[in-house]
């Protein structure tokens, strides 16, 4: 995927996060597409920790990207910042007119992907993108952004649906699965397959399950 800034710039100069060099240089290659081999060394062996012997990953292979990672590791933060520039930089020429392309934040219940949500509004706040919103942000569903070409995109939240019910009908330029394992219990007696299945026509960019 590739916009009008990388994604690890946009994370660091753009939201002012702080990356470690493992979020770093697992971004610069699944992201951003920068091939293992063209890493300066200590980034390579950073690299072959996370991904193995590999040199280069097919751009197919990033269209759905996995993250299953510790508690507190900073995921959903990132996640939500992958949503926001997908949201800014997808390719939305496959959208038809008038067309509100959607980036969803999927959890097994309702109250969770709020939580997720909750965390794309605030990294919006306090940084020039704050002024790409165009409702308050407070809603408790979601808030649409203006891009600079002028087209509107939005950021949902819902529950994970059967079938993917929630998902469908609408452009899609990012889908988040927030606690993507625990879909197959409790309330939600659905799948992440559910979910990607309803996506997949009209998926404009990334897939990505975090848990």
Known sequence: MTGAIP?????????????????????????????????????REIALRLFGPIDEIPPAARRVIVWRLGRASGKTTIAAALLLWLALTVDLTRSGPGQVAHGFIVSASSPLARIALGVARAVVRNTPLDGLVLDDGDSATGFSMRRPDGRTVAIRSVAASRGGANLRGVDVFALV?????F?????????????????????????????
């Open 7 to 43: 994604f690890v710039s946009f994370c660091v100069q753009v939201l002012g996060l702080g990356l470690t060099d493992p979020w770093r240089v697992l971004l610069m290659v699944s992201i951003d597409g920068i091939p293992v081999s063209r890493l300066d060394p200590a980034d």
């Open 177 to 181: 699965l927030d606690e993507s394992e």
């Open 183 to 211: 879909f197959n219990s409790g309330e939600a007696a659905v799948t992440d397959a559910d979910q990607i299945g309803a996506v997949g026509p009209r998926l404009l960019g990334l897939v990505v399950p975090i848990s």
